[in-house]
């Protein structure tokens, strides 16, 4: 059973940067993609950020290019946000997700979630 587990979420001014984790638990293979959501009141659940845990390849939604980078410790079992230059339109609740299929990075479809952890950004 895949536990997921995120934490690092908070409140920050705009233009701040924020580190959230998802640490893992349960896994027993490597050939799987880890990726971040993020869910804004009164709007649908969107992708963020997605990685290959064993490759490291990333893929990212076109709002959070070059201000958000995704990351993993493969020892720590642990996948990172790193967010700089938030705004607040990024603010969300944030979910960590696993996806086992052989999709290469997908942005749906994920087979395991996390909890989420609150961003909230103030202007």
């Known amino acids: 059973q895949v536990q997921l587990a995120e934490s690092g979420g908070g409140l920050v001014q705009a233009g701040e940067s924020l580190q959230i984790s998802c640490a893992t638990a349960?896994?027993?293979?490597?050939?799987?993609?880890m990726g971040w959501f993020r869910q804004a009141p009164g709007k649908e659940r969107e992708f963020v950020a997605a990685i290959r845990w064993s490759g490291g390849t990333t893929r990212y939604a076109d709002s959070v290019k070059g201000r958000f980078t995704i990351s993993r410790d493969i020892a720590k079992n642990t996948l990172y946000l790193q967010m700089n230059n938030l705004k607040p339109e990024d603010t969300a609740v944030y979910y960590c997700a696993e996806d086992r299929s052989w999709v290469n990075l997908p942005t749906s479809g994920y087979d395991y979630w996390g909890q989420g952890t609150q961003v909230t950004v103030s202007s």
């Open positions: 349960g896994r027993t293979f490597s050939f799987i993609t």
